[in-house]
């Protein structure tokens, strides 16, 4: 069965191959297309011509042929990867695969343990140093009527909200609840179960009693293909909000209805308060948004907002203008350009990218508090020391030459990257004990054995020769293939995992000749 499932297949590809070849340029050495096809999409990653003189050019081509190899091979819910290399002498080769998948950056990554993924940095941070909630839940009250009250003198009437639960209830639904509530908003429950609609706070519509302790919301999923280890963020205020990509303590009490959330926060970083209040959602997937110390905070300031007039009326609802941080703004924590680096931004950065990178002074960014991400592009070359007192946690360099050795023993770097043209000394990362990503497939490297004796890397990304030269690689849990790489390359590089992780595909078509 086997056998005839791929010889359909083959003739699929080979029916592909030759429209390739009829709709070639002039002088064409080899056409490509990377596509994929899913349970109710295709689409395609990438597709061209090159040309006998080096350059390439653009190609039209449909995907309809797509939906047979996908049938043919089982039509599992998991996207079919399809690379078809197609050459003007009439031969084909290509691959199939459900196993492997692109990342974020365009590279072939085949994940082996998707269950093993690196550790968040928020579970290494400390307890928050006061552990008491910041809220009043008499003062929350207090100032709760006195915000109801005023909306109702401006709207010239009293909105209604639905009457609070019997305290039974409300008992028996916080028994049930495996997380807690901060004591203010737990107090409000006692005046109103929620707002029916009414959306009191920053325009969010407050869930009642039952919904807060019950809702499931949507938490984004960590994934290899969405790089983890450089998609961590550092909410402002630094260390408030423990940085994790999400968390069964963050819970949601307010919606937008557009798919964000007001929650509050059970377990806040080391500068954090119980039940602080953040804006969690599909537009903070990863990275939430500090609002405030807790909900009696939040209200203290909506109900100064209406003394001092910052407040809309449209016929009966009212949008009160108080202070509620909204879409991520980095402009104070991450910086790009050309050096040299501002000094008087370092001490709040997070993220730093400079392009030109010749000659670069990292002085300004030695012992930067929160720097965790760092980016260089250019020629070099550029003294590394200054990065060794720094935070890093991931390190991208695409320079012609560099040199590891001045960040020996680096305490936090988790990934790095490398872009060189000259060879770089990789015995340096055996020193680092958090390690865990590494991609060196656009880099000269030397003592690339070094590789394979990294015990805590879970992720790496080698060139086809540098696969090939790696001999026994470390227990990984992803493993990507970066380079301009054949099929007959994909395939071999992931026979050595698994040799059913892919089936290889050559022939020749009918150039029409």
């Given at each position: ?29 080899r ?39 996908y ?13 078809l290399?197609?050459?003007?002498s ?20 085949y994940?082996?343990?998707p269950?093993?993924?690196?550790r ?30 005023k909306?109702?003198d ?10 609070p ?17 901060p ?9 109103a179960d ?14 009642g009693l039952?919904l ?57 970083g ?29 209200l ?9 007039g910052d ?21 104070r ?36 508090p ?9 020629e070099g070359p ?10 890093v946690?991931a ?19 988790r ?14 990362l ?25 015990n ?13 030269l ?19 390359q ?23 000749c």
């Amino acid at each position: 069965m086997n056998d005839q499932r791929d010889d359909a297949m083959t003739e699929v590809l080979r029916g592909m191959a030759a429209k390739i070849a009829a709709g070639a340029p002039q002088g064409w050495r080899r056409g490509w297309v990377h596509a994929y096809r899913g349970p109710s999409s295709s689409g395609q990653r990438g597709m061209g011509y090159e040309l006998s003189d080096g350059t390439t050019d653009g190609m039209r081509f449909g995907l309809g042929d797509l939906n047979q190899l996908y049938q043919l091979s089982d039509a599992s819910p998991e996207d079919l990867m399809v690379w078809l290399a197609v050459e003007s002498s009439g031969r084909f080769e290509a691959v199939t695969s459900q196993a492997i998948t692109e990342d974020h950056s365009g590279r072939l990554l085949y994940v082996l343990r998707p269950d093993t993924l690196p550790r968040e940095p928020g579970a290494d941070q400390d307890s928050p140093a006061n552990p008491t909630p910041a809220g009043d839940p008499e003062e929350a009250v207090r100032l709760f009527r006195e915000y109801v009250r005023k909306r109702a003198d401006i709207l010239g009437e009293a909105e209604i909200l639905p009457a609070p639960l019997d305290p039974a209830e409300r008992t028996a639904l916080l028994d049930a609840f495996p997380g807690g509530l901060p004591p203010d908003l737990l107090a409000l429950y006692g005046e109103a179960d929620g707002d029916d609609e009414v959306a009191l706070f920053h325009g969010h519509e407050w869930f009642g009693l039952e919904l807060t302790t019950t809702f499931v919301h949507h938490r984004p999923e960590r994934r290899w293909q969405d790089g983890p280890l450089w998609s961590t963020h550092d909410p402002e205020p630094c260390g408030t909000i423990r940085r994790q990509f999400g968390s069964p303590n963050w819970i949601p009490f307010a919606t937008s209805t557009g798919g964000d959330y007001l929650a509050v926060d059970m377990d806040p970083g080391p500068a954090g308060r119980p039940g602080q209040v953040i804006r969690v959602g599909i537009h903070y997937d990863g990275r939430p948004v500090y609002v405030a110390d807790s909900v009696t905070t939040m209200l203290r300031r909506l109900v100064r907002a209406l003394e001092r007039g910052d407040y809309e009326t449209d016929e009966d609802y009212l949008d009160v203008h108080a202070t509620l941080p909204s879409y991520l703004d980095d402009s104070r924590t991450h910086w790009r350009g050309h050096a040299p680096i501002p000094t008087k931004k370092a001490r709040r950065l997070q993220s730093l990218v400079v392009d030109k990178a010749r000659d670069l002074d990292l002085e300004p960014v030695r012992s930067a508090p929160n720097l965790t991400m760092v980016t260089l592009f250019g020629e070099g070359p550029v003294d590394l020391r200054p990065l060794r007192d720094a935070p890093v946690e991931a390190l991208r360099l695409e320079l012609d030459a560099v040199d590891l050795s001045p960040l020996t023993g680096h305490p936090t770097l988790r990934t790095l990257t490398l872009r060189t043209r000259e060879p770089v000394d990789l015995a340096v990362l055996p020193t680092f004990p958090r390690l865990e990503g590494l991609e060196l497939a656009e880099a000269a490297v030397e003592n690339l054995a070094v590789v394979g004796e990294l015990n805590g890397l879970l992720s790496l990304t080698l060139s086809p020769d540098q696969w090939r030269l790696l001999g026994e690689p470390p227990p990984l849990a992803a493993a990507g293939l970066g380079g301009d790489s054949t099929p007959a390359q994909v395939n071999e590089w992931t026979a050595r995992f698994d040799p059913t992780a892919c089936r290889y595909f050559t022939g020749r078509y009918d150039s029409g000749c």
